[in-house]
T-cell receptor, first 112, second 113 residues
Framework: EDQVTQSPEALRLQEGESSSLNCSYT??????LFWYRQDPGKGPEFLFT???AGEEKEKERLKATLTKKESFLHITAPKPEDSATYLC?????????????FGQGTTLQVKP | DAGVIQSPRHEVTEMGQEVTLRCKPI?????LFWYRQTMMRGLELLIY????????DSGMPEDRFSAKMPNASFSTLKIQPSEPRDSAVYFC???????????FGQGTRLTVV
């Protein structure tokens, strides 16, 4: 069964304390992996796309990496405004149509 | 571009009533997704369309749910009859093509009492 699992479910950091979020997947025909940020009461906001193992993307304090089995979202020196739920989604294309499945998310709280 | 537009933003209805949620995707996008989000189950894919054609509706919970996409700029998700367990936030998302990132609307918060 195709599955996307994120860990931890929740993470509390002090401002400036770097950490990583994990997204592991078991899907056939992976075509891409996406990271999103979701603030309360809003829709998910796109952050990164990764298409192949070894690929890395960066944006401000965030860096996403991809291996054949998992992806990491590294947060360097986070600030309180980085507090949000981070979602990973896997696009697999087993029937050439494109199906996007989300993990349960990691809720990050950064304290000043 | 205004992004993906969903309406209404909030809907409160009584059990047994019909509910229709609406979505306008980003112009030029070829794929459209309907998701449901709850605390317990996270974001669940209900159905998705490619070029207005339903591709996979295996996530639709039961026959009370139906979705249509009559043209490239409009889609509806209908629940008839609604039940309290349908209470959730429903999101619509669209993508330029089937292999690119999805852009989400602000969601419709549905409460069935």
């Amino acid at each position: 069964e195709d599955q996307v699992t994120q860990s931890p479910e929740a993470l509390r950091l002090q401002e400036g304390e770097s950490s990583s979020l994990n997204c592991s997947y078991t899907v056939s025909g992976l075509r891409g992996l996406f990271w999103y940020r979701q603030d309360p009461g809003k829709g998910p906001e796109f952050l990164f796309t990764l298409y192949s193992a070894g690929e890395e993307k960066e944006k401000e304090r965030l860096k996403a990496t991809l291996t054949k089995k998992e992806s990491f979202l590294h947060i360097t020196a986070p600030k309180p405004e980085d507090s949000a739920t981070y979602l990973c989604a896997v696009l697999f294309d087993s029937s050439n149509t494109g199906k996007l499945i989300f993990g349960q998310g990691t809720t990050l709280q950064v304290k000043p | 571009d205004a992004g993906v537009i969903q309406s209404p933003r909030h809907e409160v209805t009584e059990m047994g009533q019909e509910v229709t949620l609406r979505c306008k995707p980003i112009s030029g996008h070829n794929s459209l997704f309907w998701y449901r989000q709850t605390m317990m189950r996270g974001l669940e894919l209900l159905i998705y369309f490619n070029n207005n054609v339903p591709i996979d509706d295996s996530g639709m919970p039961e026959d009370r749910f139906s979705a249509k996409m009559p043209n490239a700029s409009f889609s509806t998700l209908k629940i008839q009859p609604s039940e309290p367990r349908d209470s959730a936030v429903y999101f619509c998302a669209s993508t330029l093509d089937r292999l690119t990132e999805a852009f989400f609307g602000q969601g419709t918060r549905l409460t069935v009492v």
